[in-house]
């Protein structure tokens, strides 16, 4: 049996499968996905359009566009980001790391736009760090 992997929104509204190979895991650090993502970077799996299959809440996930670059795909009832379509990679799409379910073993092999990266996050190892939240 082909073996998969699961993902969904926060709220559970929205739940896909994926199957569990090889992914090309990319970090992207341009200003856009920051602001469309409120985070620091995106990290993203692409996938083939045909790897990825909605589960459940095809009716919960909705669509903002930018025109001439793509679509972000997210959860209407929780607001949890899925995946974009890049116009620019017609046939893929880019899962958001954290939509996956349980853990999975893909680690990014590519930075891009580094001219936009934020100057700590080659550092971030560095700061105090906690297992769990800072007590008050
Ligand atoms: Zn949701
Ligand atoms: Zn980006």
């Known amino acids: 049996m082909e073996s998969k992997i699961k993902g969904s929104c926060h ?11 090889q992914k090309l895991v990319v970090n992207c650090h341009c200003d856009e996905c920051k602001k469309r993502n409120g985070s620091a970077f995106s990290t993203y799996i692409a996938v ?4 990825l299959n909605l589960t459940e809440g095809e009716h919960s996930l909705i669509q903002y566009e930018v025109e001439n ?3 972000k795909y997210f959860c209407s009832e929780c607001g ?11 046939g893929l799409y880019m899962v958001f790391y954290g939509a996956f379910s349980q853990a999975v073993n ?11 990266k934020q100057n700590w996050v080659d550092t971030i190892k560095n700061i105090t760090s906690f297992q769990g939240a800072i007590e008050r």
């Open 69 to 71: 670059e793509g679509i």
């Open 48 to 51: 083939s359009e045909n790897d």
């Open 106 to 116: 893909f680690k990014p092999s590519f930075n891009v736009f580094c001219e936009n």
């Open 11 to 21: 709220c559970g509204s929205v739940q896909f499968e994926l199957k569990n190979d």
């Open 80 to 90: 949890s980001p899925i995946y974009n379509k890049n116009y620019r990679f017609p």
